[in-house]
């Protein structure tokens, strides 16, 4: 068994199926090729760092970023969402 990847300041780096995974055990479903193609385009992916051209993320980086896309909970649609309805 081989000891996981980590950044010089002691961090654990997932590749993008680790990361996918971990994303998945907090409530964020997304496969790695979703992954890869968010940060392609630079649409406010997860942060990650690169050894050569492969892609890592920082576990607790990852963790803040999944947090930070759930919602608090609603119980209708935003009130700008409920504007476009009614045009």
Known sequence: MT???TD???????T??????????????LKPATL???WSVGSGGPPCRHIRSKPFYPKTLL?????????????????AAQARRRV
């Open 3 to 5: 000891s996981p990847l």
């Open 8 to 14: 010089g300041a002691g961090e654990t780096l997932l």
């Open 16 to 29: 993008r199926q680790e990361a996918s995974a971990h994303l998945a055990s907090l409530g964020v479903r």
């Open 36 to 38: 890869a193609r968010i």
């Open 63 to 79: 963790t803040d970023w999944a947090q930070a896309q759930i919602s608090e909970l609603r119980t209708a649609a935003p009130p």
